[in-house]
């Protein structure tokens, strides 16, 4: 019985000491690696004593999204540190979720510094309106690649306009007589790529989805160049003509098959087409910025995550020193060498063991200096949903360029204008 | 104790229900109220409670992505949206959709008056009173630049309508010879009937995903077997070139396939539900009627045309209502096979609630959800009056 009582007692004890300890939720997707994040907050927890827990929730950003729509709607304390996709520190901005955090800043002047050591695309989309709501943790962007080995073969460089690449397909796949090659892949099926499958056009057709007075310009010569540039592709054989049936993995396990020739995609294809057992394209492979039609820019879309403060948290200072840490250049330098995060920092380019595990990096960074970002609206889920929705219709033939150009001009007056 | 003392009992004190619970001395209607609380209770919470939120919600302006907007009151401002434009003008030009309205009216009134449920008199106020009703509804007509309510609502009633069509007269056109052939009296019957089981025991989302794997354009079961029936080349000399892949059909990838494809599936899966309910009406049909139809000289056809169908009409009934009512509410095997596209040919009245809901505009999906629920208790009031005139 005396036992019993002493056990108690320390039980007591150990829960007023456990009271007494500032305990951080960290949420965080499935994809962000939680084994290692874990071990990389160990020092942290160490010399602070705060203890980080890790929440692990959805393996796609919209079903993360949906699960911290319904926790952020209800004000709960429950998460202090959030990671999420980089089209949505606006919606987090307007709808009250995010913390601001240049107050959390001794001056103003360390802010815009510690800015200053990221990719402009990360920040053009985390510091809104002269407030910071986000840091950066890594980014990504969606590149050309293409098979090096054919393109030697032929004599050609990578193409630096979208004809020109077209052309280039059309002689290597008569040449190559195989039938089975494509000449171009990308992003057909209606998931969230297919925004960028139709943003990339018309970026690099020197549009935009709307102008500097805040006017939608989808409906607009540059909007049908776009659409007009994806059917061409089909209409001319390069691109197969149920590409809206492909989604962002089927394109990278059609390309590592050596089934393509020039193909749109993100960071990973890199490490997969590289690394895996079953890849056809081992050292065959290279990374480009993306064409531009005559006359215009390269542009491509950016992705990656960012750290937010929830606004409800009952921790601010404290998980705002964790989301320093997180982002601090030791932590991305971990997370870049070993779990090929593209770094969101700039130094990193540079850095002797993150270029040694990820030799393309050197060339990826051309490419994402020069990455823009989605519609940076508080709605984006709704915008997305259109986009790429009307995308795959006009690719699948089911919607005309006519309508498709209407419908989201529409749609789109209608959602922001709200 | 004595049920009819005790009711003789009620009429002479009136002692209160708590009190008549504590003796334990209930009427028969107290102690029935109070065996189904339980179950009225639960109903309320994950019935009724669900049901009258969503009507609240749906005449209240609530948007997760938009929370300084509050759920503000805004009264059928949702419907208007939906089905009807946003500048509406009148003007008479649209008079043709005014008389075709009109004409439907009157049959149903001269029904009535020759029911003699009521006089001409009426019958003629009542005329006109819809005339000018709907004559001045349908006078009205989109303004400059603005549509006919919302074109994704419309768009998903109508591809709700064509999978309602196609797959309940689908799943019947094959469920009725599973059936028949369950039916027949042969050691070989338990194949039929385990056959009949396993399509209907599948998983729809399961069924979906198969299914679209069958279709896949490029690698898919169905372009092989077409290409090696040698159907291929038939069709390409038959369909539009855009229809056409590399290996046959893009069933899929193109809106008028891919609708054929999500009905065949929707069909397969349904019809052995069809089929199951109508082998069970067939089975209680009396065997001696057709014992006495051959002894008259019925050959095997007027027996299955004046004996099974006739027979069989109860079981079709509810097959009819459980299948036009599951079509309505189709959801999973398009979402599984094409998210709802291409585009957004295959987004149904379900889907298009999930979409909005999942885009967190609670108020619309809410409303949607009102329209979905209302078109559902019209098609089953439809049905109950059909079966119940028939008894």
Same mark, same amino acid.
């Given at each position: 019985m005396k036992r019993i009582g002493l056990l108690l007692l320390a039980l007591l004890t150990a829960g007023t000491f456990a009271l007494a300890q500032v305990e951080l939720n960290v949420f965080i997707g499935s994809r962000q690696n939680p084994d290692l994040l874990a071990r990389l907050v160990a020092p942290f927890e160490a010399d602070t004593g705060i203890k980080v827990n890790f929440q692990v929730g959805g393996n796609t950003s919209e079903v993360q999204q949906q699960f911290l729509n319904t926790v952020l709607q209800s004000k709960s304390d429950e998460l202090d540190v959030i990671i999420i996709d980089v089209v949505r520190p606006a919606q987090y901005a307007a709808a009250g979720w995010a913390e601001p955090l240049n107050s959390y800043f001794e001056s103003e002047q360390e802010m815009m510094d510690l800015l200053d050591q990221f990719l402009p695309g990360p920040v053009q989309a985390d510091f809104i309106d002269g407030t910071l709501y986000a840091v950066p943790s890594y980014t990504d962007a969606q590149f050309l690649y293409y098979r090096k080995d054919l393109l030697e073969k032929y004599g050609f460089e990578p193409p630096k306009t979208w004809s020109e690449m077209v052309s280039q397909a059309q002689t290597i796949m008569a040449g190559e007589n195989d039938p089975t090659l494509q000449g171009f892949n990308f992003q057909g099926a209606a998931i969230e790529g297919a925004n960028c499958t139709f943003l990339e056009p018309l970026w690099t057709a020197g549009g935009d989805w709307r102008d500097a007075n805040g006017n939608i310009t989808i409906n607009t010569p540059e909007g049908r160049k776009a659409f007009d540039f994806l059917?061409?592709?089909?209409?001319?054989?390069?691109?197969?003509?149920?590409?809206?049936?492909?989604?962002?993995?089927?394109?990278?396990?059609?390309?590592?098959?050596?089934?393509?020739?020039?193909?749109?995609?993100?960071?990973?294809?890199?490490?997969?087409?590289?690394?895996?057992?079953?890849?056809?394209?081992?050292?065959?492979?290279?990374?480009?910025p993306l064409p531009a039609f005559e006359g215009f820019d390269s542009a491509t879309c950016i992705g990656g995550w960012q750290w937010v403060v929830s606004a409800f948290s009952n921790h601010k200072q404290e998980a705002f020193q964790l989301v320093r840490f997180l982002t601090s250049e030791d932590v991305q330098?971990?997370?870049?060498?070993?779990?090929?995060?593209?770094?969101?920092?700039?130094?990193?380019?540079?850095?002797?063991?993150?270029?040694?595990?990820?030799?393309?990096?050197?060339?990826?960074?051309?490419?994402?200096?020069?990455?823009?970002?989605?519609?940076?609206?508080?709605?984006?889920?709704?915008?997305?949903?259109?986009?790429?929705?009307?995308?795959?219709?006009?690719?699948?033939r089911s919607v005309g360029v006519d309508e498709a150009l209407e419908t989201i001009q529409n749609g789109l007056e209608d959602i922001v204008g709200n | 104790m004595d049920i009819s003392k005790d009711t003789r009992s009620t009429h002479r004190q009136y002692p209160g229900f708590w009190k008549r619970l504590r003796s334990g001395n209930l009427t028969d209607r107290q102690l029935g109220f109070l065996l189904l609380a339980p179950a009225l209770l639960t109903l309320a919470v994950v019935m009724l409670y669900p049901v009258l939120t969503v009507l609240w919600q749906s005449i209240h302006g609530e948007h997760l992505l938009r929370p300084w907007l509050g759920s503000p009151f805004i009264g059928l401002d949702n419907f208007r949206k939906m089905l009807w434009g946003r500048n509406m003008i009148w003007s008479p030009g649209h008079l043709l959709a005014w008389r075709i309205l009109a004409l439907a009216a009157l049959p149903p009134l001269w029904w009535f008056v020759r029911r003699g449920r009521i006089g001409r008199g009426s019958a003629v106020g009542w005329t006109l009173a819809i005339i000018v009703i709907f004559g001045i509804l349908m006078g009205f007509h989109p303004g400059e630049g603005g549509r006919w309510g919302d074109a994704r609502f419309w768009n998903s009633f109508s591809i709700t309508l064509v999978i309602i069509v196609i797959s309940v007269i689908g799943s019947f056109a094959m469920g009725l010879p599973l059936a028949l052939l369950a039916n027949v009296d042969s050691?070989?019957?338990?194949?039929?009937?385990?056959?009949?089981?396993? +399509?209907?025991?599948? +998983?729809?989302?399961?069924?979906?995903?198969?299914?679209?794997?069958?279709?896949?354009?490029?690698?898919?079961?169905?372009?092989?077997?077409?290409?090696?029936?040698?159907?291929?080349?038939?069709?390409?000399?038959?369909?539009? +070139?855009?229809?056409?892949?590399?290996?046959?059909?893009?069933?899929?990838?193109?809106?008028?396939?891919?609708?054929?494809?999500?009905n065949i599936t929707i069909i397969w899966k349904t019809s052995s539900f069809v089929a199951l309910i109508l082998l069970a009406g067939l089975q209680s049909i009396d065997q001696s009627l057709y014992e006495a139809a051959r002894?008259?000289?019925?050959?095997?056809?007027?027996?299955?045309?004046?004996?099974?169908l006739p027979m069989l009409q109860p079981?079709?009934?509810?097959?009819?209502?459980?299948?036009?009512?599951?079509?309505?509410?189709?959801?999973?095997?398009?979402?599984?096979?094409?998210?709802?596209? +291409?585009?957004?040919?295959?987004?149904?009245l379900g889907l298009y609630v999930y979409n909005t809901v999942t885009a967190s505009n609670i108020g619309y999906s809410a409303a949607l959800s009102v329209i979905l629920f209302a078109l559902s208790l019209a098609i089953t009031l439809f049905y109950l009056r059909w079966i119940y005139t028939d008894e």
């Open positions: 059917l061409n592709t089909m209409d001319v054989g390069v691109t197969k003509p149920n590409i809206a049936e492909t989604a962002t993995d089927d394109s990278r396990k059609e390309f590592q098959a050596g089934d393509v020739v020039f193909m749109l995609n993100w960071g990973y294809v890199w490490a997969r087409s590289q690394n895996d057992a079953d890849s056809q394209v081992v050292n065959k492979v290279g990374v480009a330098r971990v997370l870049a060498a070993e779990d090929s995060r593209v770094p969101a920092r700039k130094s990193l380019y540079q850095d002797a063991s993150v270029l040694e595990a990820n030799p393309q990096y050197g060339q990826f960074f051309d490419v994402i200096v020069n990455a823009r970002s989605r519609p940076v609206t508080p709605f984006y889920d709704e915008v997305s949903q259109l986009i790429r929705t009307t995308v795959n219709g006009v690719l699948s | 050691p070989l019957r338990w194949l039929g009937r385990v056959a009949l089981l396993l +399509p209907w025991a599948m +998983p729809r989302v399961f069924t979906g995903l198969m299914f679209a794997w069958l279709f896949q354009s490029d690698y898919g079961v169905v372009n092989d077997l077409l290409q090696r029936t040698g159907l291929n080349g038939l069709l390409g000399s038959l369909v539009d +070139p855009q229809l056409l892949g590399s290996r046959g059909l893009l069933w899929l990838s193109r809106a008028q396939t891919a609708v054929l494809a999500v002894v008259d000289g019925a050959n095997a056809w007027q027996r299955f045309w004046c004996i099974t079981a079709v009934a509810v097959a009819l209502i459980f299948r036009t009512l599951t079509a309505i509410q189709t959801f999973d095997i398009p979402f599984a096979m094409t998210r709802g596209g +291409p585009g957004r040919t295959l987004e149904t």
